[in-house]
Each structure stands twice: as structure tokens, then as C-alpha cells.
């Protein structure tokens, strides 16, 4: 059974950094593009980074050039470096991985993610 959890998040100040990272463990099959998501309060839930098994990443506009997405692939890990965050930052954060040989899309159970002003 293919799990994906998620570590990192917290509480910071405005203007400060946070580090999350998202292990996926019990897959038989290469993990292909993974991201993270978030979903504010009362909004709908957004991408945030994705990145492909190759390394090509993609960024919404709201966190390009503050936040940094990567992975190991040895690990299975992504990870998503956030700096210069700001309040509405604030969000629950979701990874998620997509397994071409299944066609199937796992989730992450979350981490929640507060910048204070």
C-alpha cells in the first residue's frame, strides 16, 4: 500500500522559512511527477509546486521565486524549501504522487502551515 507522509510543518513569522518534505514508502512502481497543494481556509485547494521524475519544475506565481521544490529519488522524497513566507501562506499543505504504471494519484495526510504577521 503506497503512503505518503508529510513532515515540517509549523508555525513562523512572518518573513521567516519553513522546510517540508513528503516520503512516499510501498510503491513497487517509479514515482513520477510529485507536488504539494495547499488549501487555505475557506478556499479551494491549489498547486503550489510540482516536479517531474526528471527535475523539470513548475511553480504558481503566488510562491514562484520564495519556494523551491526537489526531490531525491532514491528516498522517494519531495521536499519544498518556503522562504520570505507571508500570512497567506497559511494553509494546510498536501503532497501528492503520481505512479504512471498505475495511473494512480496518492495524497498525503497533510501538514498544517501558519505565518503569523
Known amino acids: 500500500q503506497v503512503q505518503l507522509v508529510e513532515s515540517g510543518g509549523g508555525l513562523v513569522q512572518a518573513g521567516g522559512s519553513l522546510g517540508l518534505s513528503c516520503k512516499v514508502s510501498?510503491?513497487?512502481?517509479?514515482?513520477?511527477?510529485m507536488g504539494w497543494h495547499r488549501q487555505a481556509p475557506g478556499k479551494e485547494i491549489e498547486l503550489v509546486a510540482s516536479?517531474?521524475?526528471?527535475?523539470?519544475?513548475n511553480y504558481a506565481d503566488s510562491v514562484r521565486g520564495r519556494f523551491t521544490i526537489s526531490r531525491d529519488n532514491v528516498k522517494n522524497t519531495v521536499y519544498l524549501q518556503m522562504n520570505s513566507l507571508k500570512p497567506e501562506d497559511t494553509a494546510v499543505y498536501y503532497c501528492?504522487?503520481?505512479?504512471?504504471?498505475?495511473?494512480?494519484?496518492?495524497w498525503g495526510q497533510g501538514t498544517q502551515v501558519t505565518v503569523s504577521s
Open positions: 501528492d504522487a503520481w505512479i504512471a504504471a498505475t495511473s494512480f494519484h496518492h
Open positions: 510501498g510503491s513497487t512502481f517509479r514515482v513520477d511527477r
Open positions: 516536479i517531474s521524475g526528471s527535475g523539470n519544475t
